[in-house]
C-alpha cells in the first residue's frame, strides 16, 4: 500500500495487483446497490411481465450472477475468485419510477467480493437498459454503491448515509 493509502498502486506510482497471499482465507460478504430510473409506464410494462423481449427481471438476475462471475475478466486488478453465492434482487419502487438492483456476493477467500457485488448491480441494471431501450431511452442507472462488507483484514463496514 503507498502512503495515500491506494492498494493498488507500488511505490514507482505503477498499477500493480496486490498480493494476498499472507492474508487468512475468511467469509468474506459484500452488498451493492443501483437504482434503474424509467417512465412510469415502462415499470409497468416490466411489473406486468409485457416487455418484447421477455421477462426482464429473470433475466436482469442472471445477467447480474452472471457478471459477478467474470469481475476479475472485466476488471483488470481484481483476484479471481470462486464465488460461493450470488443473489441478485430487482425490487420496483413507484414513488422513482423505477428498480432498486441489490446484490449480494459471498465466498471464502483472502479478498473480499465488493467488486463483484457492485458488478452483478452494474450487469443487471444495463440489461435492465438493453431490455426496455426500444420503448423508453430516457431509462438512467445511477447510484450504484457498495452498502456493506463483512469478512476480511480491514472488518466490518456498512455505508453511513440511508440509500437514496
Do not use: F
Not at 25 to 31: F, M, N, Q
Amino acid at each position: 500500500m503507498t502512503e495515500g493509502g491506494l492498494t493498488h498502486i507500488d511505490a514507482t506510482g505503477a498499477a500493480t495487483m496486490v498480493d494476498v497471499g499472507d492474508k487468512d482465507i475468511t467469509r468474506r460478504e459484500a452488498v451493492a446497490e443501483g437504482l434503474v430510473l424509467m417512465r412510469a409506464e415502462t415499470l409497468a410494462m416490466i411489473v406486468d411481465g409485457t416487455a418484447a423481449k421477455g421477462d426482464v427481471l429473470a433475466v436482469a438476475r442472471i445477467a447480474g450472477i452472471m457478471g459477478a462471475k467474470k469481475t476479475s475478466e472485466l476488471i483488470p486488478l481484481c483476484h479471481p475468485l470462486a464465488l460461493d453465492k450470488v443473489a441478485v434482487e430487482l425490487a420496483a419502487e413507484p414513488a422513482l419510477p423505477g428498480l432498486r438492483v441489490t446484490a449480494r456476493a459471498s465466498v471464502q477467500a483472502r479478498t473480499g467480493v465488493e467488486m463483484e457485488a457492485l458488478t452483478a448491480v452494474a450487469t443487471a441494471c444495463l440489461t435492465v437498459y438493453d431490455m426496455v431501450k426500444a420503448v423508453d431511452r430516457d431509462v438512467s442507472i445511477g447510484n450504484i454503491r457498495l452498502v456493506s462488507k463483512t469478512g476480511g483484514r480491514s472488518g466490518d463496514w456498512t455505508a453511513s448515509a440511508p440509500a437514496p
